[in-house]
């Protein structure tokens, strides 16, 4: 009697289709990028420790500036000679000037500080017209302390009409009185502890009377205004 056939049953598991297995990939970031953290946290410390610093040195600064309490500084037209005044007609309307004066300030510093006075200009004016301007250098001037300047005005043949002309010559050689007016601004900055404050300008406006034959001054009227810091 044959064996029958009996139905053979593949009993190896390995042989069945498995699903494809997932890898799970993990992200690196670059190498570079924690350098570059590093680098912003250094700039943002830097930045705090200026900006800290620059603080504390504006406290100090207003501190002492406050606790000196510094005044405005007095620039005053002392003295105005007149060396040279001559008109003569150019044509029958108008008429050509020439000037030369000397304008002498005086500056006085009372503060406990320095100051620091930036380059000066000022116009001579005759009846509203501007004649000429002079310029009076910058300088530093020291605490408790006064200092003269000077500057000349150089007027070379001015063109007047001839009304105002006529008026000019019968001002100087009939009634020795010549009416200018000196206009001007005067800029300085105290100095504390090496630092420079903010500027402060004030306006210089003058009314002054010389005489020609004495080439003296003889009326000065002077105001100090548009104080600004």
Do not use: W
């Not at 620039?75 to 309307?93: A, C, E, K, N, R």
């Not at 302390?145 to 001839?162: G, I, K, N, P, Y």
């Amino acid at each position: 009697m044959t064996s029958s056939t009996r139905p053979t049953f593949n009993t190896d598991h390995t042989s069945r289709l498995a699903p494809p297995a997932h890898h799970h990939r993990h992200y690196y970031p670059p190498p570079y990028s924690s350098s570059k953290a590093s680098f912003k946290g250094c700039c943002c410390c830097l930045f705090l420790l200026f900006s800290f610093l620059a603080l504390l040195i504006l406290a100090l600064f207003l501190v002492f500036f406050f606790a000196l309490k510094p005044k405005k500084p007095q620039f005053d037209l002392q003295q105005v000679g007149v060396q040279y005044l001559g008109i003569s007609p150019t044509t029958p309307t108008s008429a050509s000037v020439s000037l030369t004066i000397r304008l002498l300030f005086t500056a006085v510093n009372d503060n406990k500080v320095g100051i620091k006075y930036s380059e000066s200009r000022f116009t001579v004016m005759y009846r509203g017209i501007p004649l000429g301007r002079g310029v009076v250098p910058g300088f530093y001037q020291a605490a408790h302390s006064v200092r003269e300047v000077e500057t000349t005005v150089a007027v070379d043949r001015v063109s007047l009409l001839q009304a105002d002309a006529a008026e000019l010559v019968r001002d100087a050689e009939l009634n020795d009185r010549v009416e200018l007016r000196v206009l001007g601004d005067v800029g300085a900055k105290i100095r504390i502890l090496g630092f420079t404050s903010p500027a402060v300008q004030v306006s210089v406006d003058c009314a002054i009377v010389i005489s020609p034959r004495k080439q003296a001054l003889t009326y000065k009227q002077c105001g100090f205004d548009g104080l600004t810091v």
